[in-house]
């Protein structure tokens, strides 16, 4: 079936340090991914997605690139805050719409100032 | 975004005794809403979809007389855990899909902690 791998932490990082959470996928087809995030006593929020191959996400200064040769969608920002502190889950739907979502482990990062 | 909420927050019980858990769409109506079990150090697993009207769809395992799963209206679903045991403490989560957002998005609840004494 299919199935997410995420980088495990938790990581600790300084504050305006590089970001870098890697994700890969298995699926049939062509699945829609997804990076979500947990703040401390919050539901999951939907941070970016891509749908198609080549696609990339963005938002709050994040990045991601669908990669289907790499059936990779790896997390990125270029400089950390406080506030970026959070769980990080990478996900899948292979129905395009958000339906049933397969998750990572997820990863916990903290920020210090 | 839309907001989904959870009650309770977290629940102990003793075992054999059920327990009940609500998830609301607080500001808009969802015609399907998502139940989610985590463990520690876990990814989330889909456990069903609840359907508004209509019967859960249990995923493969879940054992759907022990979990039971009610939708009754558009922005209420409960999940019932009946004859708790202490395998089933964990975190569980629900999640609403509102149709009429431009992605068909499904917003989460901040879940709830079950611990079975």
């Known amino acids: 079936g299919d199935s997410v791998t995420q980088m495990e932490g938790p990581v600790t990082l300084s504050e305006e340090a590089c970001l870098t959470i890697?994700?890969?996928?298995?699926?049939?087809?062509?699945?829609?991914l997804f990076w979500y995030v947990q703040y401390p006593g919050e539901g999951l929020q939907l941070l970016l997605k891509?749908?198609?191959?080549?696609d990339k996400g963005s938002n709050k200064g994040f990045e991601a690139t669908y990669r289907k040769e790499t059936t990779s969608f790896h997390l990125e920002k270029g400089s950390v805050q406080v506030s970026d502190s959070a769980v990080y889950f990478c996900?899948?739907?292979?129905?395009?719409?958000?339906?049933?979502?397969?998750f990572g482990k997820g990863m916990k990062l903290t920020v210090n100032p | 975004g839309a907001v989904v909420s959870q009650h309770p927050s977290w629940v102990i019980c003793k075992s054999g005794t059920s327990v009940k858990i609500e998830c609301r769409s607080l500001?808009?109506?969802?015609?399907?809403m998502f139940w989610y079990r985590q463990f520690p150090k876990q990814s989330l697993m889909l456990m069903a979809t609840?359907?508004?009207?209509?019967?859960?769809?249990?995923e493969q395992g879940v054992e759907k007389d022990k979990f039971l799963i009610n939708h009754a209206s558009l922005t209420l679903s409960t999940l019932t855990v009946t004859s708790a045991h202490p395998e089933d403490s964990s975190f569980y989560i629900c999640?609403?899909?509102?149709?009429?957002?431009?992605?068909?998005?499904?917003?989460f609840g901040p879940g709830t902690r079950l611990t079975v004494l």
């Open positions: 609840s359907n508004e009207g209509s019967k859960a769809t249990y």
């Open positions: 996900a899948l739907s292979d129905e395009g719409g958000s339906e049933k979502l397969v």
């Open positions: 999640s609403a899909r509102d149709p009429g957002g431009p992605d068909n998005e499904q917003f």
């Open positions: 891509a749908t198609k191959a080549d």
């Open positions: 500001d808009f109506q969802a015609t399907t």
């Open positions: 890697n994700c890969t996928y298995t699926a049939t087809g062509y699945p829609s």
